[in-house]
């Protein structure tokens, strides 16, 4: 057994055990992740419950199971209505989302198991999705065409057929009513936006004479002349979108008319076949990644904070690296070794101990208050006392983030500089090469796969991020992305969504808490993809340089 210990084989299992051991821990969370967010989007079945309480009177559920639970039945004996008769030590009890949110009280309700006299799954059972007051669940009674039925017959092929076809046709009216809003109408909102500014701008420079003023008001003119011509099309959009409407018979068993430009989708689950479902997987995972959120963030999807989460550390990495580098070649390159720089080699080291929330107070304080101040007062005075550049931005998030992975990119350059030997920086001295010129063709390249590795800890440190960008930039919803179509395209003064922050907001300041459950699950794989996209794209960046400057160390 000493021989054993002394030949290091154990702790090379030992390490080997603890490296399995984390990689199983962290597959196995990723796994549990997936599986609870991804699930999500499958197409559930719908059942059709009868209840029948205590006092013998039956009431009917339409809704599909969200989750059951076995629990004691003495958890449940303040419910003396729901298990009288009920001698099990155990009870089963199925948690039913029944939608049709404006019509009860609850789009969640708990079901015991021995209250159900019969639960069946209709094939012609639909499911609704609505921009607004969720899923609706139901069965199709009739298609309405300016509050005239279009049914020929009672078959439920004709509902179906015309039913798709109907709700497709409002989903596109719809996308090009919002098309138009937020293209060319909300193009002219900008250009008067900012001939507004610039009248203000004039009139403090005292240069708004009369030949500007005729200018701005003719500009102005021709603006709101192209204004009234939109503003008529998108209403005009908006009344064809609003002709049809479908009957439905809810799980009261009453007729409702729902107006067809709310819907989004109808399916059918019950009478769906595997390819089906699968299809309608992937297409509501598609939604979810490209469309905007809805309903507090419960629903819909989460564009918005995929392009702000991407835009902010793509805008961060642009800052930090120069930084980062030119500081790690100052310090290893230039810098003499004595207490001062050790000094600052403990100050860098320690910045990276920093808690995260501190950096954002900083960020607050000194980028957002004093600096975008100031940047108001100087460049954009016909803008105050409405701030532009004086408030919280995906540019202040970035610069904050920035500092905060700055360390990182640091060590890990200076680590990568102090690998390369100084027989290649003296033989290109040798040669005749200047310092500099040695620096930017030898060094430099040679720690490029170390630079790269540093912005890659420095990415994914970044993108998990919330608690510092909740002070500077990052809200609950943007209604505008800090990219658009009007100059300057990129708007580095707005704020902007936030994977994590979503995942916080959805999952501790929601409305709907059972709702959005999933929704959580899913957004943080969403965010542990983008996360590994934005690594692997570096670290094959890493790769490269590494396999092109190879022939350097020999």
Do not use: C
Request: proline letters at 5%; glycine letters at 8%; zero cysteines.
């Amino acid at each position: 057994m000493k021989v054993w210990f002394k030949t290091g084989k154990p702790w090379i299992w030992l390490t080997a055990g603890a490296v399995s051991i984390s990689l199983i821990a962290v597959i196995g969370l990723l796994i549990m992740i997936a599986w609870r967010g991804l699930s999500f989007f499958w197409p559930a079945v719908i059942h059709e419950m009868d209840i029948q309480a205590s006092d013998g009177s039956t009431r009917t559920i339409i809704g599909e199971i969200y989750d059951r639970e076995v629990v004691p039945t003495s958890r449940l004996e303040g419910s003396a209505d729901v298990l009288e008769g009920y001698n099990e030590e155990m009870l089963e009890r199925l948690l039913l989302k029944v939608g049709n949110r404006e019509y009860v009280s609850l789009d969640f309700t708990w079901v015991m198991e021995p209250q159900v006299v019969r639960d069946e799954t209709p094939a012609n059972l639909a499911v609704l999705e609505r921009s607004k007051d969720g899923n609706f669940y139901g069965y199709v009674i009739d298609i309405l065409e300016n509050g005239e039925s279009v049914l020929t017959s009672d078959s439920e092929e004709e509902k179906r057929e015309e039913l798709f076809a109907r709700i497709e046709r409002a989903v596109e009216l719809n996308e090009q009513a919002m098309d138009l809003q937020d293209g060319e109408i909300g193009a002219i909102n900008y250009q008067l936006n900012q001939l507004r500014l610039e009248q203000r701008r004039l009139e403090l420079n005292n240069a708004f004479t009369e030949a500007e003023a005729e200018r701005i008001a003719a500009e102005e003119a021709q603006l709101r002349a192209d204004y009234q011509v939109l503003e008529a099309q998108l209403f005009e959009y908006r009344e064809q979108a609003s002709r049809d409407a479908v009957v439905m018979r809810d799980m009261r068993n009453m007729e409702v008319t729902l107006p067809m430009y709310r819907m989004l989708d109808v399916t059918f689950p019950n009478d769906m076949n595997i390819l089906q479902k699968l299809a309608h997987f992937f297409v509501q995972i598609g939604k979810f990644v490209s469309e905007d959120p809805r309903e507090a963030n419960t629903e819909g999807g989460v564009f918005p904070a995929i392009f702000g989460t991407v835009f902010m550390v793509l805008l961060m990495s642009i800052i930090v690296t120069p930084f980062g580098v030119v500081a790690a070649v100052y310090l290893h390159e230039y810098a003499g070794k004595n207490a001062i720089t050790r000094l600052i080699r403990i100050a860098v080291i320690n910045l990276a101990g920093v808690p995260s929330i501190v950096y954002g107070v900083f960020g607050l304080g000194f980028f957002v208050y004093m600096v975008g101040g100031s940047l108001d007062q100087i460049f954009y005075p016909e803008a105050l006392p409405s701030p532009t550049f004086g408030t919280p931005g995906v540019m202040w998030s970035a610069i904050t983030l920035a500092i905060l992975t700055l360390p990182v990119v640091i060590v890990s350059t200076e680590e990568g500089l102090s690998r390369i030997p100084s027989t290649l920086r003296e033989g290109s001295l040798a040669l005749g090469a200047t310092k500099a010129e040695t620096l930017w063709r030898i060094v430099l390249p040679m720690a490029s796969p170390a630079i790269m590795t540093g912005l890659i800890l420095a990415v994914a440190r970044a993108a998990g991020e919330v608690a510092p960008l909740m002070l500077v930039g990052v809200v609950k919803s943007a209604p505008m992305l800090p990219l658009d179509g009007n100059f300057p395209y990129f708007h580095l003064d707005r704020k902007f969504m936030h994977l994590g922050f979503h995942i916080y907001d959805v999952g501790f300041q929601s409305p709907n808490v059972e709702a959005a459950r999933p929704l959580v699950y899913a957004t943080s794989f969403l965010l542990v993809t983008v996360i590994v996209g934005l690594n692997l794209t570096a670290i094959g960046v890493r790769n490269h340089l590494r396999e092109k400057y190879r022939s350097l160390e020999h």
